[in-house]
């Protein structure tokens, strides 16, 4: 029952992410999923996979807003007690590992970033395959760490993930949703694109968080 109560919640604050509707309200999401894990703990206890489950989503919200810093965290606490209850390859835990490579992507420590997202894609493609929203998105998210830490081979590399995103996207997610456009953009714009502009454009959007 809570599971699908923030399910729904997730999906909501997702919802508006389509193209043309309000912005997402990421804090008041947090406000709310938080207040729901800290009832669901004080009955349940804290290794009970809903509440778990809903701490998932509470980082999610955390990276949504731009948190880095409290997303890196809260994720390095939590994923271990994920790891030991569920296993490393569960979706639950594997969403958990893309909140936690995004947060060091936005702080620009790109081998972890690359580390963390990696775990997350292989685990993703093994347990939901590529036609689904979270693995396409984490897809484009690996591939565009692996463009900026830029070491032999990364580019290359980032360039056939991207354009199978793209190829993907469109049918499994549609065109209202921010990935098929921002993978349409970083397959073309940033395919040739040395590191060195890819890091100052990076340093320009996430500075403020580090």
């Known amino acids: ?87 490393k390859h569960h979706p639950i835990v594997l969403r958990e590992y893309y909140v936690h490579g995004l947060a060091y992507y936005q702080l620009a420590k790109f081998d972890e970033a690359v580390e963390a997202l990696g775990h997350a894609h292989r685990g993703q493609l093994g347990a939901l395959g590529i036609a689904h929203p979270e693995t396409l998105r984490t897809q484009f998210e690996f591939a565009m760490a692996l463009k900026l830490r830029g070491h032999n081979g990364d580019n290359e590399r980032a360039n056939v993930l991207l354009d199978e995103v793209v190829s993907q996207a469109r049918s499994v997610i549609g065109n209202h949703d921010d990935l098929p456009w921002q993978a349409f953009t970083g397959a073309t714009l940033a395919r040739f694109q040395c590191r060195t502009l890819l890091r100052l454009a990076h340093r320009a959007n996430h500075k403020h968080k580090w």
């Not at 997730?10 to 999923?33: C, D, F, M, S």
Request: aromatic letters at 2%; zero cysteines.
């Open 1 to 87: 029952m809570v599971l699908s109560t923030v399910a729904k919640e997730v999906r909501r604050i997702r919802g508006r992410r389509l193209r043309g509707t309000l912005k997402p309200n990421w804090a008041a999401a947090e406000t709310t999923l938080r207040r729901i894990a800290r009832e669901r703990e004080e009955e349940l206890g804290i290794r009970n996979v809903e509440v778990l489950a809903t701490k998932v989503s509470v980082d999610f919200a955390l990276i949504s807003q731009g948190k880095a810093k409290e997303a890196l965290a809260s994720t390095t606490a939590l994923l271990p007690v994920l790891d030991e209850r569920l296993g």
